[in-house]
């Protein structure tokens, strides 16, 4: 097997932040993953020893950050080379809340989701956490942060990105099923009500529209 195949595979990267018993911590995953869209399930694979899997398991709910492509590398490096058994990671850090008192960020970030885990599956090194996601915001704007960008920023390269606007400004329609995109010529709105995902055949109503 050739390991390094792996390395192609595309993720994002992401503060899980938690706050059980008057403990708030955090640590970078790049493993935050939707599962399905309804209901809006996600999943998160955490290392048993990290603390921020400990009292994630403890609480059973979490917040995922999703880090933008401006995320200064030393945040990156606080709350994923560290661990909050001898720091306070939060501390300086602007954050906020969820309704499950849980720290998420909103400098840095392009949006954040409340997840409160429905099942934990034992998988060796590692948790894999099935959530529900019962709140999800936008924090900013921008492009993400991917695990590849990290890699490439850490090692002084720099990435082609950049966290300009898209100059484009047309409204784009995704479905929420198939992550098909809408490209037909009939502006989406005067699409008939009839009208069906030519991919996945779902209705009109599970398009989201996204500017
Ligand atoms: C780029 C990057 C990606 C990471 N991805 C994960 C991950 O998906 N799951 C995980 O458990 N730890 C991951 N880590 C490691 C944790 O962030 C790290 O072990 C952290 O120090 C744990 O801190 P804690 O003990 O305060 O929880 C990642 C670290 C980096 C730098």
Redesign the pocket.
């Known amino acids: 097997m050739d390991k390094t195949s792996l390395f192609t595979l595309t993720?994002g990267?992401?503060i899980?932040g938690v706050e059980e018993n008057d403990k708030m911590?955090?640590?970078?995953?790049?493993?935050?993953v939707q599962s399905t869209s309804d209901p809006v399930q996600m999943s998160?694979?955490?290392?048993?020893?990290?603390?921020?899997?400990?009292?994630i398991k403890k609480k059973g709910s979490m917040t995922i950050s999703v880090l933008s492509l401006d995320c200064p590398l030393d945040i990156?490096?606080s709350?994923?080379?560290?661990?909050?058994?001898n720091?306070s990671?939060f501390e300086g850090i602007e954050h906020k809340v969820d309704g499950n008192s849980n720290p998420y960020l909103e400098k840095n970030t392009l949006a954040y989701m409340s997840l409160n885990v429905s099942s934990v599956l034992d998988i060796g090194s590692?948790y894999l956490f099935i959530c529900d996601v019962v709140e999800a915001e936008k924090t900013g704007k921008g492009q993400p942060m991917t695990?590849a960008d990290?890699?490439a920023l850490k090692s002084g390269k720099t990435v082609s990105k950049t966290n300009d606007e898209p100059s484009n400004d047309k409204t784009t329609y995704i479905c929420t099923v198939c992550h098909y995109v809408y490209d037909g010529e009939i502006p989406f709105d005067e699409l008939p009500d009839d009208w069906t995902c030519p991919v996945c055949n779902k209705p009109k109503s599970v398009f989201l529209a996204e500017s």
């Open positions: 993720y990267l992401f899980a911590n955090g640590c970078i995953i790049n493993t935050a998160v694979t955490m290392m048993k020893e990290n603390l921020t899997t400990q009292l990156i490096q709350f994923g080379m560290k661990s909050g058994r720091c990671k590692h695990y990290y890699r």
